[in-house]
């Protein structure tokens, strides 16, 4: 049976299912799933209650964003022999952004050094990209083991693992571990035998390579080297670990990336370097301090023809090629 054309002159829609309007005329009240023709745009949209109103039709109004988001790196341990802070969790990749919504980024801080009698590495804070859900965390660095008991000299797990520190109690301390997909295990803390006077912290671990052993015979641990990235255009190395502090032998290197170098001496291990998410070194006399991890970063990197110059959190804007490089060291958004 041939099916008739249907008169639509007849026809009349509840403004609640489809209505017609600019961009200014919006429903103020939408239900979920709520269809509107926009005459501004020439575009169908539909309202859902975590996005707001979107396209329908998301051909050609979705597009590929590659980003590189490192977390806080982990502060060093403290006196005779602190660890190595561990850097900051390390992903790069490309996701999918949508236009008109709004991606939250935050950027974890680096944790503060130890002191001389605590029991508990600090971890720096988490890096994420999130939407309706996370959809990028990168965890922050281990911190590193601490002069003490058999507990405080362990080292602190995260994106890569804090050193383990010296100790009279333990012939080798235990390192952090490192997450898998983000970095590397610290190295281990040791003392020469059973003697009380000679003890060296492990290095943290780097998003490249895992942080060194500590050695008596040698120097304490190195920190593990961090990786390399030209998502800006220009090649720049983060997140590296923080060298193992030392007493009274060498003290460990930080790591390629931005790793502070360990201490041996009354100064306090050297801070990871800002927004490199690299970890701080460890301290090394009896009254010194482990050094500050450094502070992550989140970078975008868009297509200029899909790019809206709509942010928060006042990220430095540059080009390179075809694309805009947003690069946060602050918390902020940005609105496909």
Do not use: C
Not at 68 to 76: K, V
């Amino acid at each position: 049976m041939a099916i008739s054309k249907i008169d639509t002159s007849s026809i009349t829609f509840d403004d609640k299912i489809l209505s017609t309007g600019t961009t200014a005329q919006r429903p103020s009240n939408p239900s979920n799933g709520q269809v509107y023709y926009n005459t501004t745009t020439g575009r169908l949209e539909a309202y859902n209650t975590v996005g707001g109103w979107v396209n329908a039709d998301q051909s050609g109004l979705q597009y590929a964003v590659e980003y590189l988001a490192i977390a806080g790196g982990g502060g060093g341990g403290a006196a005779y022999g602190g660890g190595g802070g561990g850097a900051g969790g390390y992903l790069t990749s490309t996701t999918t952004f949508i236009k008109d919504l709004v991606y939250t980024v935050t950027v974890g801080a680096g944790a503060t050094g130890g002191t001389y009698g605590g029991t508990h590495p600090k971890n720096g804070s988490n890096s994420s990209i999130t939407q309706s859900s996370a959809i990028v965390t990168a965890i922050g660095g281990g911190g590193g083991g601490t002069y003490g008991n058999p507990v405080g000299t362990t080292g602190g797990s995260g994106g890569s693992g804090g050193g383990g520190g010296g100790s009279n109690n333990v012939d080798v301390s235990v390192a952090g571990s490192g997450t898998t997909g983000q970095g590397n295990n610290g190295g281990t803390g040791t003392r020469a035998g059973n003697s009380s006077g000679r003890l060296v912290g492990g290095g943290g671990g780097g998003a490249d390579t895992a942080g060194a052993n500590g050695n008596p015979a040698t120097e304490a641990g190195d920190g593990g080297n961090g990786l390399e990235s030209s998502i800006t255009g220009s090649a720049i190395t983060r997140a590296g670990g923080g060298g193992g502090g030392a007493h009274p032998d060498q003290a460990g290197e930080g790591g390629t990336g931005g790793g502070g170098d360990g201490s041996a001496s009354a100064s306090a291990g050297a801070n990871g370097t800002t927004n490199t998410g690299s970890g701080g070194g460890g301290g090394g006399h009896p009254s010194a301090s482990g050094g500050n991890g450094g502070s992550g970063i989140v970078i975008l990197k868009v297509p200029t023809t899909m790019y809206t110059g709509t942010t928060t959190g006042s990220p430095t804007v540059t080009t390179d090629g075809d694309y805009t490089i947003l690069q946060y060291t602050s918390s902020g958004s940005y609105t496909a």
